[in-house]
Nanobody, 126 residues
């Protein structure tokens, strides 16, 4: 089992920045991929970014490339999402997720992730 807890959400004006954090506990050594997903009201949960836990390889949704940066600190079991140049359409609940079994090809598929945090709200005002 892996437990995930997000923090760092809030209200920011368009063009501003926020950094989300996710602390992992439990059997973190079994994690292969970790990622960030988001869900806006009335919409399905969507992929934002992913990172391989050991090597640190990354991938991003097209909508956030060049604006968001995912990173992790392997020693402290922390994962981060630095969000710059925020837009109103980035408003959503952001979730941290982890999987032990899924491979790279499944990196953007929410159902491939086994463990989820409770979510943190990000609101971007225009």
């Amino acid at each position: 089992q892996v437990q995930l807890v997000e923090s760092g959400g809030g209200l920011v004006q368009a063009g501003g920045s926020l950094r989300l954090s996710c602390v992992a506990s439990g059997r973190t050594s079994s994690s292969n991929l970790m990622g960030w997903f988001r869900q806006a009201p009335g919409r399905e949960r969507e992929f934002v970014a992913t990172i391989t836990w050991r090597v640190g390889s990354t991938d991003y949704a097209d909508s956030v490339k060049g604006r968001f940066t995912i990173s992790r600190d392997y020693a402290t079991n922390m994962m981060y999402l630095q969000m710059n140049s925020l837009k109103p359409e980035d408003t959503a609940v952001y979730y941290c997720a982890a999987t032990a079994a899924a491979g790279w090809i499944q990196r953007s598929t929410a159902t491939a992730y086994d463990y989820w945090g409770q979510g943190t709200q990000v609101t971007v005002s225009s």
